[in-house]
């Protein structure tokens, strides 16, 4: 799918975090890992993990609370909101209505969640979007929340990879027809046994090395295509804002893409892989940071299970 929208722009980002570090020795011995091995393949140092009644939707609700605030935008102003996650609270209801509830909103917008694992965000946005550029909707919510620590093994070696967090996005109609913000999204299910949540298991299992295949693969494929359908190249990407599934794969995709490694934007030695999460989370960084300026061009890019892959590229307005 490939959609282009002009009268949208990110008015404001948020993330949240658990408190609770995880270095990577308090794993490695029982992961049969090494804390070497991890710095230097995945790039990680430690990861948060969610407090036993911490839930996905504590995380999501704190991070759209902080994305509503750098907006401008009161809750009961919104229009919509999606959640993309892989570990809801419950199989029903969606996350999303329990965030709308603790967000204390009672203008009854809809509220649902979206699954596409590490991709999700991306196609929650391109979701939401679509419905601001019909015109039904002015102030969309869009929150990629996940608690990969509910679902992990901790005593196999792909514990590692994962941590805990949130991060959102308010976008906003605007009266412009000036903007840039387009998307690129596919899916292949022959992919849905490399990384998945047997029926009747409790926790993931994966196989690093076709992720890693697929990761290098597909991410430097889809940012030329949608650059070069936008009469683009690699280097007028200001910052490459990426899912982050290991230091190796974002430098593999760097060089593939012919950029510099410092456009690459990376939190995964913090955070580790939080999955939905990683996309807005490492985009509220950036921007809070105030490495991002008016009129940077940002490239967005995910792989996720299923495979679910996409990028989108957005011309930044503040």
Known sequence: ????????????????????RVSNAELVDRGHSSDAWVRENLGILERRIA?????TSDLAAEAG???????????????????ATATPDRSAPSTACI????????????AFDL??????FLYAMSVGSQFMQSGIYSNVLVIGADTFSRITDWDRRDCVFFGDGAGAVVLKRTNTDDGFFCFELFADGSGRDHFTVQPGDSTFTMNPKAVYETGTT?????????????????????????????????RKTAESLGIPIERVCMNMD?????????????????????????????????????????????????
């Open 218 to 250: 597909v991410l430097p494929a889809t940012l030329r295509d949608i650059l070069s359908r936008n009469q683009l190249q690699p280097m007028d990407i200001t910052h490459l804002i990426p899912h982050q599934p290991s230091v190796r794969v974002l």
């Open 51 to 55: 407090d036993k009644g911490q839930l």
């Open 270 to 318: 913090r955070y580790a892989n939080t999955a939905g999460a990683t996309v807005p989370l490492l985009l509220d960084e950036t921007v809070r940071s105030g490495r991002i300026k008016e009129g940077d061009l940002i490239a967005f890019a995910a792989v996720g299970s299923g495979w679910t892959w996409g990028a989108a590229i957005y011309r930044w307005r503040t």
């Open 1 to 20: 799918m490939y959609q282009v929208n002009r009268s949208i722009k990110i008015a404001g980002t948020g993330s949240a975090v658990p408190y609770r």
């Open 99 to 110: 965030v709308q509830h603790k967000l204390g909103i009672t203008n009854h917008c809809p």
């Open 115 to 120: 699954s596409a694992v590490c991709s999700g």
């Open 65 to 83: 609370r902080h994305a509503l605030e750098s907006a401008g935008v009161a809750a009961d102003d919104l229009d919509l909101i999606i959640v």
